[in-house]
């Protein structure tokens, strides 16, 4: 496996695991985040995974120069021991796909020439990955969307996408955590929190983790919503 | 409460170093723009270098003083007053209950920071009491500052009188307009063709009014690049230069996205970050290329530097503020 180790700023280095944005390379990505959380080095602040690569944040002051700590990157990385146990877990995400919660359902459902129930098999079907968080806090890049389901997202974003929002962007399938603006094409809402700043961690869906979606009724989503306060 | 705030100003949060360990998460690292300005204030009023201070912009506030404080302004010199008397910068000062601090227009720079000794008491949120107003968390209710909010400090005062005050050589960098921001070259600045790696070193860039703590937009010459690619999205950090489609580059500054799907051209050397965090909206910079090796070099050079200016002062302080805590 060949890594490549760069520089991103006097205190960050991102390792490449690979070209191409497969499962089996974003496994790498977290494996090796997992490897350099159980012996951090000295001056070591945190690391980032992402789709392909794994960006380290350290303190050059503490830990030396770029080139001393890929030498201890490389050393951690080169561990034989495999992740076991990482705590990966599956989660069940409800998503109710009614109108009210769903306003481009009807959209895809013209344009990807699928009815709307099709289209909501299509999408409870698969288990996703969770590739990475990013964009904003707690916000799945998920890996696993059926084909069929590829759009190109919104010509342009809507101002706010309410908190808990599905949506579907590219090959991309996602949940808005929070309110933002947002140019995916929303097909359904859940009604669970993904992100709470006050616990810790403060994110339900973890990198590494998986996640299937499961269809439920604008009452479910009521009561759910209500329990999930608490 | 212990500050009333009489006038809010243009832009004035409460900021730390910044949330940092949860970027994994999604989590933005936010804190101050200008870390060298922020962790002097906080210095000189005895505090750790990374409490929680007020970041002023531009047009800084009024605040009413109910509790006796020991506070210090450092960064842009925005002319403090306490009861319309002209007050030093970079110097640990006496304010006494029923005490007015304001506020004039920078004399050069845009970003101040007013440290409290003891902090300012806001409930830390993962970690840190920066403020995320996107989140919005953290700092104050994080928001920035409204007329009539209130803020909880603990009652400080000086044992002893303080003679002395940080040479403006700390922070001479503040009023080196001209001179270009040094940066390294950025992971994907070989996408770029020969001519917009030309451009980007030659052109004067100027910063358009949409910028803010999340980035710097700048206007000039558009880069492209060699041919139509697309970025598999990755981390991004303090100061990097990332070129969207339509070509004009943004650097990402304290409140940036965790990651990030544009290219990037180039990062800002650390060391010219303080510096850049002082231009705003209007003024033109240009770039000049600086290696990895070298900026990382003197990027730990300065720090040093300042762990040894940070003892010094430590020393001189010791001693010299009580507080209600004592």
């Known amino acids: ?230 | 409460m212990s500050i009333k705030v009489l006038s809010p100003g243009l832009y004035t949060t409460v900021q730390d170093i910044g949330r940092t360990g949860f970027q994994k998460y999604g989590v933005v690292v936010s804190g101050a723009m200008d870390t060298i300005s922020y962790r002097l204030a906080n210095l000189l009023v005895g505090n750790f270098s990374n409490e929680a201070a007020l970041e002023i912009t531009l047009l800084g506030p009024t605040l009413l003083f109910n509790k006796n404080a020991v506070i210090s302004i450092c960064g842009a010199d925005m002319t403090p007053k306490i009861n319309g008397k002209a007050t030093p910068i970079g110097k640990a000062i006496e304010v006494k209950k029923g005490d007015i601090v304001s506020f004039g227009t920078p004399l050069s720079g845009c970003r101040s920071y007013l440290a409290i000794s003891g902090g300012i008491q806001v409930e830390p949120v993962l970690g840190s009491k920066s403020t995320f107003v996107q989140g919005p968390f953290g700092g104050y209710r994080g928001r920035k500052l409204r007329k009539d909010d209130e803020l909880l400090i603990l009652e400080t005062w000086l044992n002893k009188k303080i003679n002395w005050r940080l040479s403006p050589f700390s922070y001479s960098f503040i009023h080196e307009e001209l001179s270009p921001i040094r940066v390294i070259k950025g992971k994907q600045y070989d996408w770029f063709s020969a001519s917009a790696q030309k451009a980007f070193f030659k052109t004067k860039y100027k910063i358009q009014s949409e910028s803010n703590r999340m980035g710097f937009r700048l206007d000039g010459e558009p880069l492209y690049l060699h041919f139509q690619k697309e970025l598999i999205t990755e981390a991004v950090t303090f100061g990097s230069i990332q070129v969207p489609p339509n070509g004009l580059p943004i650097i990402l500054m304290a409140d940036r996205q965790t990651t990030g799907g544009y290219p990037k051209i180039a990062q800002v050397a650390a060391i010219d970050l303080p510096r850049l965090a002082q231009r705003k909206p209007g003024n033109s910079i240009s770039f000049t290329e600086i290696s990895f090796n070298e900026a990382q070099q003197l990027y730990i050079e300065i720090e040093n530097d300042f762990n040894s200016l940070q003892k010094i002062i430590e020393y001189r302080m010791k001693g010299v503020i009580h507080s209600e805590m004592d």
């Open chain 1, 1 to 230: 496996m060949t890594l490549s180790l760069f520089p991103l700023s006097e205190g960050a280095i991102t390792i490449e695991f690979g070209e191409k944005v497969t499962k089996v390379v974003n496994q790498r990505v977290h494996e090796a985040a997992w490897k350099i959380a159980q012996h951090p080095f000295s001056g070591f602040i945190e690391s980032v995974p992402t789709f392909t690569s794994l960006t380290i944040y350290y303190n050059p002051i503490i830990a030396g120069n770029f080139e001393l700590v890929c030498k201890k990157l490389l050393s951690a990385l080169s561990n034989e021991f495999a992740m076991i146990d990482q705590n990966q877990k599956l989660h069940r995400v409800p998503v109710c796909y009614d109108v009210d919660f769903a306003p481009d359902l009807l959209l895809l459902s013209h344009s990807l020439n699928l009815s709307q129930k099709e289209i909501i098999e299509l999408h409870t079907k698969p288990v996703y990955d969770v590739y990475f968080l990013g964009f904003s806090a707690g916000f799945p890049f998920l890996g696993g969307l059926s084909e069929k389901l590829f759009h190109p997202r919104r010509p342009s974003p809507r101002l706010k996408v309410p908190a808990g929002s599905v949506g579907i962007a590219g090959n991309q399938t996602g949940v808005y955590p929070i309110e933002t603006p947002g140019g995916w094409q929303i097909i359904g809402r859940t009604p669970l929190r993904l992100f709470n700043y006050e616990s810790n961690p403060p994110v339900w869906l973890k990198p590494g983790d998986q996640v299937c979606f499961y269809p439920i009724t604008k009452e479910e989503f009521f009561n759910l919503e209500a329990q999930d306060e608490h």
